[in-house]
T-cell receptor, first 115, second 114 residues
Framework: GAVVSQHPSWVICKSGTSVKIECRSL??????MFWYRQFPKQSLMLMAT?????????EQGVEKDKFLINHASLTLSTLTVTSAHPEDSSFYIC???????????FGPGTRLTVT | AQSVTQPDIHITVSEGASLELRCNYS??????LFWYVQSPGQGLQLLLK??????LVQGIKGFEAEFKRSQSSFNLRKPSVHWSDAAEYFC????????????FGAGTRLAVHP
């Protein structure tokens, strides 16, 4: 149980285009989902917290207009990188937390390359 | 503010040797602590967690960790390392202030020699 999926697992897009990443909790309901960014050989950096039915809360320094987050249901959150630039290339990981509890379940990640 | 320190960036051990990965936290109250493992290009898998109770916790894949309040530590151990344990290991603590966000340490990269 407690499986989180991400789609796509990798994506290449051209500079200036937008790309959407999906995060799904497959066997549980997730009121809260989190989006992280990870640079090579570095730790995870929390970008934003996504709550079902409400606006996401962004960490300091993260551009909310560039990284659009939608959490339309208890099993799906999406991250859209708008007007992508090469510096947005990174590994994006989502996690989901059950309605009650502290444990987060992580997706396998999405590698984004912007050319 | 809460923080997590993993002093060792990179550790190399021989297969079959014992392993201890260090983690120190800074948190005023009783912390909720986690160890995660990340294989190359993969997401994170939970190895074990500590919320309360017995300070020695058992996890998956033969790992255990001991919570020591006096030392603000939550070190991860394994008595005999397998080549498949080569990965990146992250210690994390729940951050207060709502949503139960995680604060991660910088990670320790484990290499295993045959």
């Amino acid at each position: 149980g407690a499986v989180v999926s991400q789609h796509p697992s990798w994506v290449i897009c051209k500079s200036g285009t937008s790309v959407k990443i999906e995060c799904r909790s497959l066997d549980f309901q997730a009121t809260t989902m989190f989006w992280y960014r990870q640079f090579p050989k570095q730790s995870l950096m929390l970008m934003a917290t996504s709550n079902e039915g409400s606006k996401a809360t962004y960490e300091q320094g993260v551009e909310k207009d560039k990284f659009l987050i939608n959490h339309a249901s208890l099993t799906l959150s999406t991250l859209t990188v708008t007007s992508a630039h090469p510096e947005d290339s990174s590994f994006y990981i989502c996690s989901a937390r059950e309605t009650s509890g502290y444990e987060q379940y992580f997706g396998p990640g999405t590698r984004l390359t912007v050319t | 503010a809460q923080s997590v320190t993993q002093p060792d960036i990179h550790i190399t051990v021989s297969e079959g040797a014992s392993l201890e990965l260090r983690c120190n936290y800074s948190y005023g109250a009783t912390p909720y602590l986690f160890w995660y493992v990340q294989s190359p290009g993969q997401g994170l898998q939970l190895l074990l967690k500590y919320f309360s109770g017995d300070t020695l916790v058992q996890g998956i894949k033969g790992f255990e960790a001991e919570f020591k309040r006096s030392q603000s530590s939550f070190n991860l151990r394994k008595p005999s390392v397998h080549w498949s344990d080569a990965a990146e290991y992250f210690c994390a603590v729940v951050r207060g202030g709502g949503y139960n966000k995680l604060i991660f340490g910088a990670g320790t990269r484990l290499a295993v020699h045959p």
